[in-house]
């Protein structure tokens, strides 16, 4: 029997190098480490404020009273399975016991009510994303393009940062809870500044906005694949890094989001801006393809040291992408976000006044491009996005507003 009116846990499955302790040594470590975060145990199987078990070492098989490996109830609960899935789904018990792999015993546990959902950080104040959650809000990323030369904006917000404060407190009040703050542009064939250049237009902003309390509850994110800019942004009291290269235009960037411990974008793009154009082939499918250079990326990602919960992807719409494959991915995002190793990933997607929009509605005008966003945000949300990346914030956060309705269901 369980108590069974508790608050909602985070559960995780970590892999350490424990080969040197035998299992008793093993579980005192473990007690060791319950006391140093305070444990506080009031009720028998009752809630805690931290709880460490030991499901398996060494592949060996451990029965003493105080302790039991592999751990006897691993296989009957969910919120164990779930995470062991995401690092070792194809693993077994050792031999003797059970078979089966953990991916298919967690196949035929009845699935919790409410499901179950991975969770990512992003905010000190804000509930985390929950992307498995089917009636999860769908969060607005106002887009706060400090350059004078982006595709869309450029120039309207590079002036001094106290004249960006009537757009911030818009932006905010129309239901932005993320503004993106850029100052290098990504369009194809920008000119590419300094890091220095591009911090100047940066951070005095960041600084800004966090020496408001009225702000304190809004997060920042700095779009930028420059690992010192990213540095800088997040030590100035930014909280999320979107990287359109994912890591891959500086060396540093994976490892400085690890050191950071932030929260990190990563957008599917091939090439830089200015040869992305180019690389628009993709003979063995899009959507695979799309998937599996994701993949890479968060492994990468997991290599340099950031979590798993620190992660959020986007599938990149007009990076490396024809009219026809931007249409393709709205349209099977769900696809994309259930595909094999990308699955409870939080997801991000900017098409925002974007140019196909403006060949297939026939409006020239970047600007003027509301009501074609309007339907990428809707196709978005049905998609399963969490954060839709957007100009023009009021009406695309009513546009979002109503889908959830019909969606998040």
Not at 188 to 201: G, H, K, Q, T
Not at 235 to 245: L, M
Not at 246 to 273: N, S, V
Request: aromatic share 6%; hydrophobic share 40%.
């Amino acid at each position: 029997m369980y108590v069974e009116d508790q608050n909602s846990f985070l559960n995780a499955v970590c892999q350490v190098d424990a080969d040197d302790f035998a299992p008793q040594q093993l579980l005192q470590a473990v007690k060791s480490i319950e006391q140093r975060l305070g444990r506080q145990k009031t009720i028998e199987k009752g809630p805690r404020n931290v709880d460490l078990d030991i499901l398996l070492h060494q592949n060996i098989i451990f029965d003493e009273e105080n302790l039991s490996v592999p751990h006897k109830l691993m296989l009957e609960r969910e919120f164990v399975l779930r995470p062991l899935c995401d690092l070792i789904p194809d693993e077994t018990l050792p031999s003797g016991m059970k078979s089966g792999t953990f991916r298919e015993h967690l196949a035929v546990l009845p699935q919790s009510v409410p499901p179950l959902s991975t969770s990512t950080s992003f905010h000190p104040t804000l509930p985390p994303l929950t992307p498995l959650s089917s009636k999860r809000p769908t969060h607005i990323m106002g887009i706060l393009n400090l350059t004078p030369d982006s595709f869309s904006d450029g120039g309207v917000h590079s002036s001094q940062p106290s004249s960006l404060l009537p757009t911030i407190r818009a932006m905010i009040a129309s239901g932005a809870t993320i503004l993106d703050l850029g100052g290098q542009s990504s369009r194809p064939f920008a000119f590419e500044v300094s890091p220095d250049e591009e911090l100047s237009r940066v951070l005095p902003t960041v600084q800004l906005i966090r020496s408001m309390p009225e702000f304190a509850d809004i997060a920042l994110s700095v779009d930028t694949y420059r690992s010192s800019v990213a540095a800088a942004a997040i030590t100035a009291g930014a909280d999320i890094i979107n990287d359109v290269s994912a890591g891959t235009m500086d060396a540093e960037m994976l490892p400085t989001a690890a050191k950071l411990g932030c929260t990190i974008i990563l957008m599917h793009m091939r090439g830089t801006p200015n040869t992305m154009t180019k690389l628009t082939s993709y003979p063995d499918g899009l959507l695979s393809t799309v998937a599996s250079e994701l993949q890479s990326r968060v492994r990468d990602a997991e290599k340099a040291g950031i979590f798993r919960w620190r992660i959020m992807l986007d599938p990149g719409i007009g990076f490396a992408k024809n009219e026809a494959q931007n249409l393709e991915l709205l349209r099977r995002l769900s696809g994309l976000r259930e595909w094999e190793g990308l699955q409870g990933f939080p997801w991000l997607v900017g098409a925002s006044r974007k140019g196909f929009i403006g060949r297939i509605t026939g409006v020239k005008e970047a600007g003027k491009r509301v009501w074609g966003t309007a339907a990428t945000v809707a196709a978005s949300v049905q998609g399963g996005a969490d954060v839709v990346r957007v100009h023009d914030v009021r009406e695309m956060a009513q546009v979002a507003k109503m889908a959830d309705a019909i969606w998040r269901v």
